[in-house]
Nanobody, 110 residues
Framework: QVQLVESGGGLVQPGGSLRLSCTAS????????MGWYRQAPGKDREWVAS??????IYSDSVKDRFTVSAGDDDTTVYLHMNMMRPEDTATYYC?????WGRGTQVTVSS
């Protein structure tokens, strides 16, 4: 079993920044393959970014604005969100293999 807990969501103005955290525990030995997804009201869940030992990859909608990184403790993955837009409003979820966190709400509004 793997437990994932997201945190750091909140309200931010357009153009602002926010950092989400995903802390993993349980039967997990590496953050390789961790991913971030989001789901806006009335829309399907969509992939945002992933991290591996070799590289990070991003969806076109967040590329050059969001950055995913791993903490030195090897249990936490971060999603640094910059130049945020109203369309970034969603519940953000952390994913590892078949495991999902409960999500953290992000709202971009003036």
């Amino acid at each position: 079993q793997v437990q994932l807990v997201e945190s750091g969501g909140g309200l931010v103005q357009p153009g602002g920044s926010l950092r989400l955290s995903c802390t993993a525990s349980g039967n997990i030995f590496s953050l390789n393959g961790m991913g971030w997804y989001r789901q806006a009201p009335g829309k399907d869940r969509e992939w945002v970014a992933s991290i591996s030992s070799l590289r990070t990859i991003y969806s076109d909608s967040v590329k050059d604005r969001f950055t995913v990184s791993a903490g030195d403790d090897d249990t936490t993955v971060y999603l640094h969100m910059n130049m945020m837009r109203p369309e970034d409003t969603a519940t953000y979820y952390c994913n590892y293999q078949i495991y999902w966190g409960r999500g953290t709400q992000v709202t971009v509004s003036s």
